[in-house]
């Protein structure tokens, strides 16, 4: 497998503050990939970075990062926006207000198509069409000609996704796309994300921060904490043998039926995400570690613990057993 | 307990403001269609003077004439005929005053909100400068000094009457640039230009609709002040204003001289602004979303 998104060392800061502190990222082709961490971990900003489209103020540098072979540092922003929505594209956390009001939902979907492909609208509206029923739109001629406000949200983010397609891109960036749907709906959309990938071949960044839906659908996970990428494995691997103590202190706060057990306190992490201030050296995480330690101040290496599974952390993993109590 | 409340309130303020809108719809579109095709329901001409006529009184008072329903004018011109002819001019004034002034105030809002840093900095001097100039006075000084005439009228309101224009453009091009489905046609590949025009423009159309209606009524206002002044459209159009001007001489034996072209005035500024309240409660800020 080769990878379709491949990143090094991405930087991305908004004046002072940094973002992104030097992750790296690889999305194979044919993946579902998650980037999981707490909010303000830097993982949207990664996926924003990726799509050159950072808020004003934001910068991005990286060593390396390149998309199906192409290098999108040195791209121009013609050439990017002809990418965007074509070979790559972005669905969104709120389906409520991804779409323009003003405009019917199939001239919204027909506009991705003609613009990029030079499709003519009537071609782009049958296109529409043909992949609403693909995503499990009933009566989706009734549907073309509807305003979003007349669209639940579920219905709303099966538009969005229909409309990422339009274009068969080769990469769905999906921003916590199931966030703000209730749980009968979010389960919907994971399966036809799945069933989508495999069948248009596509691969998939799904951006999350609920483990059970990494547990549930993803290949390969990137755990982010602070702008970094402190933890890489394969789904499998991560959830039985987690490194990190962030990865662990994560998994440990998912209720399990079965594990729980009602007389002790489901688990937490104390505290919140820091603000990185500029010159800042070891690891993110000290702050918050039960197990830091003065080397934890220091310049931490990159570990491996098996076949493409790396995590960022000097403490041994004997020393990370939980203490007895 | 507090919610139902809010909710009562809030259903009570539309009934109220739907009458108004509605009543604003019917002044409005009565006014307009008399400007648009009332001179062939009344057969006099607005300038044809008839002295031996003067200021006969209008169909409610002793000694009217059946042919002139609204009275004659000092000069002897029929008052209904004048009365339409400047509605059509009062109109074509607001109209294409609120058209300059919204092509200039939408642009440097729009563009100004959008792109933020230097280019807002710019605008918001404009904003700013434009503010700090009181607008009579420019409009008298350059009618003053350039001579009247409708098109300078209405050049010179419109190069001035942007202001609202373009704070209001501004800031809520500020709010919709923001929002998520602005992100996602970025996402989608879109152009600037496409952002601009299409997920953009159409969003802020119905606070800008709002603006466009108070401009408009304001327009009309300062044409009949300039035209009273005798600075604003030239005798013997016959402008509102003017008609006013030309009959206070008159006032306190014939007072409905002054007092009809006067209560067409405040009817038409009336029902525009009720218009304008009617949309900004119909197209409230839930339209942003």
Known sequence: MSALLDIEDLEVTFGRTAAVRGASLRVETGETHCLVGESGCGKSVTALAVMNLLARGGHRSAKRMS????????????????????RMSMIFQEPMTSLNPAFTVGSQMAEVLTRHKG????????????????????APDMRLGQFPHQLSGGLRQRVMIAMALMCDPQLLVADEPTTALDVTVQAQILRLLASLKREFGLSILLITHDLGI????????????????????????LFSAPQHPYTRGLLSCVPAPGKVRRDRPLGSIPGTVPMIPPGFAGCAFRSRCAHAIEICEHEIPRKSAGAAHDYLCRLMPRELEPQPA | MSAPLVV??????????KTGFAVGIVIVSVIAAAALIGNALVPADPFVQDLGNRLKPPFWMEGTQPEHPLGTDQLGRDYLARLI??????????????????????????????????????????????????????????????GSGLGLVV????????????????????????????????????????????????????????????????AILLEAALSFLGLG???????????????KDYMFFSAWVIFIPGAALFTLVLGINLVGDGLRNLLGTERLR
Not at chain 1, 222 to 236: C, D, F, I, L, Q
Not at chain 2, 8 to 17: D, E, I, K, S
Not at chain 2, 124 to 145: D, H, M
Not at chain 2, 199 to 212: D, F, G, K, M, R
């Open chain 1, 67 to 86: 998309f199906a072979g192409t290098d999108l540092l040195s791209l121009p922003d013609r050439d990017m926006a002809r990418i965007r929505g074509n």
């Open chain 1, 214 to 237: 990494v547990a549930r659908v993803a290949d390969r996970v990137s755990v982010m904490y602070a702008g970094e990428v402190v933890e890489r494995a394969p789904t499998a691997q």
């Open chain 1, 119 to 138: 499709a003519s609208r009537a071609e782009a509206l049958e296109r529409a069409v043909e992949l609403m029923g693909r995503v499990g739109i009933t």
């Open chain 2, 85 to 146: 002819y400047g509605a059509r001019i009062s109109l074509l004034i607001g109209i294409m005053t609120v058209i300059t002034s919204g092509l200039i105030g939408i642009t440097l809002g729009v563009v100004g909100g959008f792109f933020g840093g230097r280019v807002d900095d710019v605008v918001l001097f404009a904003i700013t400068t434009r503010l700090s100039i009181p607008v009579v006075l420019v409009a008298l000084a350059v009618v003053g000094l350039m």
């Open chain 2, 233 to 247: 459209v030239p005798p013997p159009l016959p402008s509102w204003g003017l008609m006013i001007a030309e009959g």
């Open chain 2, 155 to 218: 050049a010179t309101l419109g190069l001035l009457l942007w202001d609202r224009f373009a704070v209001v453009a501004r800031a809520t091009t500020m709010q919709v640039r923001t929002l998520d489905y602005v992100s996602a046609a970025w996402c989608a590949g879109a152009s600037t230009r496409h952002i601009l025009m299409k997920e953009i423009l159409p969003n802020i159309a119905s606070h800008l609709a709002v603006v466009a209606t108070l401009e408009m009524a304001l």
């Open chain 2, 8 to 17: 009562v309130q809030a259903a009570q303020t539309t009934r109220v403001g």
